[in-house]
């Protein structure tokens, strides 16, 4: 069957919804770019938290 989102992915598509909403009320994302800046505003939002929970806490 088809894959399932987690519920951190779920968290990710709703701030990356967000911050492409502000980007189309201010002008800086038109219909024609919405699909590719969606990709790569999730992709990017999803690497940086696994990158911040791979790195080991500062107190170990």
Avoid: H, N, W
């Amino acid at each position: 069957m088809g894959k399932f989102m987690t519920q951190d992915e779920e968290k990710i598509l709703k701030i990356t919804k967000e911050i492409v909403i502000k980007f189309i009320e201010i002008g800086r994302l038109s219909p024609t770019g919405f699909a590719q800046c969606f990709k790569d505003i999730f992709y990017t939002i999803k690497e940086v938290l696994e990158k911040k929970d791979s790195k080991p806490s500062k107190s170990d």
